[in-house]
């Protein structure tokens, strides 16, 4: 920075100042700009090797048995790396008891990161996943399964009560019906022949 007067009014000159400024800039972009193109040579020469030579099996088995143990589960399980090449797959290493036609298996896309990224999966199943579940929810499904009986049963004995009490009041009904019926007649005899008994002229015909 340079500073120069003339008489009372000072000038100040940051032209030098500016020029440092964008001379560091250009090179930190620069350096980036290096770093991202090193690095996107490191991923492709890295995506060119054979996923069998990019993967130790001893480390692959020590990982999954570290996951799988620090998310609690003790299962027994079969494991492999697979490449699949137009839609058909191919075993590249794993467990030695692995199937590849078990119907519930755990897929994972390899090296997602890599710039030219290829269709190897490591697939891993557990055998007895589903006695498993089954002992895991047992004391949780027979209480289910009792209380739903329960319920069902008390649904069978409602509806059983509700359809007897409607059988019961359609019985009253009809008796009610047929003894009103039944005394209507008596009752309407004995009021006919009393206001005959009432009439004086009835009471006065003279019998031919």
């Known amino acids: 920075m340079q500073h120069r007067s003339m008489g009372s009014i000072q000038f100040t000159d940051n032209s030098g100042q500016n020029g440092n400024m964008m001379q560091n800039k250009f090179q930190q972009s620069s350096a980036r ?15 060119s090797i054979p996923v069998n030579k990019r993967i130790d099996p001893d480390y692959l088995k020590h990982l999954l048995n570290t996951e799988l143990r620090n998310s609690g589960i003790t299962l027994d399980y079969q494991y492999a790396v697979e490449s699949q090449i137009s839609g058909k797959s191919t075993v590249l290493m794993g467990s030695d008891g692995f199937d590849p036609s078990h119907p519930t298996k755990y897929r994972k896309l390899l090296f997602q990161n890599d710039i030219n990224v290829k269709p190897n999966f490591l697939t891993v ?23 739903t009986f329960i319920i069902i049963g008390i649904f069978a004995l409602t509806l059983h009560i509700i359809l007897r009490q409607k059988k019961v009041s359609l019985i009253k009904n009809d008796f009610i019906n047929n003894m009103t019926h039944e005394l209507k ?4 005899t004995i009021s006919l022949a009393s206001q005959m008994l009432k009439d004086t002229s009835v009471t006065h015909t003279q019998n031919d």
């Open 33 to 47: 700009q290096e770093r991202l193109i090193r690095s996107m040579e490191f991923n492709l020469n890295r995506s």
């Open 125 to 147: 199943y557990f055998p007895e996943q589903r006695g498993f579940l089954i002992q895991s929810t047992g004391f949780l499904v027979i209480p289910s399964i009792l209380l």
């Open 185 to 188: 007649t008596p009752i309407s």
